[in-house]
């Protein structure tokens, strides 16, 4: 089992930034995919960023140029500076983590993101 910890979410004004992390732990022995998702109210859960083992980045276009997505492989934590925050980035975050011997993955608990002034 693979336990994940998200931290970082909170209020914050237009323009500004969060950074948010996801710390993974458990039995952890391969990990292939590291995202993060958001859910805003009466929306579809949505992909903001992802990383994969092999590097390869992607972004969803609204976040593209704003969002970074990084990883600490040492520590099994990914990253996500989000930065020139807008109003309609918020959402509650989830992070996701694919491993080779769990192919659906794990969700972290989710942490709420507002952009408000």
């Known amino acids: 089992q693979v336990q994940l910890v998200e931290s970082g979410g909170g209020l914050v004004q237009p323009g500004g930034s969060l950074r948010l992390s996801c710390a993974a732990s458990?039995?952890?022995?391969?990990?292939?995919?590291m995202g993060w998702y958001r859910q805003a109210p009466g929306k579809q859960r949505e992909l903001v960023a992802s990383?994969?083992?092999?590097?390869?980045?992607n972004y969803a276009d609204s976040v593209k140029g704003r969002f970074t997505i990084s990883r600490d492989n040492a520590k099994n934590t990914v990253y996500l500076q989000m930065n020139s925050l807008k109003p309609e980035d918020t959402a509650v975050y989830y992070c996701?983590?694919?491993?080779?011997?769990?192919?659906?993955?794990?969700w972290g608990q989710g942490t709420q993101v507002t952009v408000s002034s």
């Open positions: 458990g039995s952890i022995f391969s990990i292939i995919f």
């Open positions: 996701k983590v694919i491993t080779t011997r769990a192919p659906n993955g794990y």
């Open positions: 990383i994969f083992s092999g590097g390869r980045i």
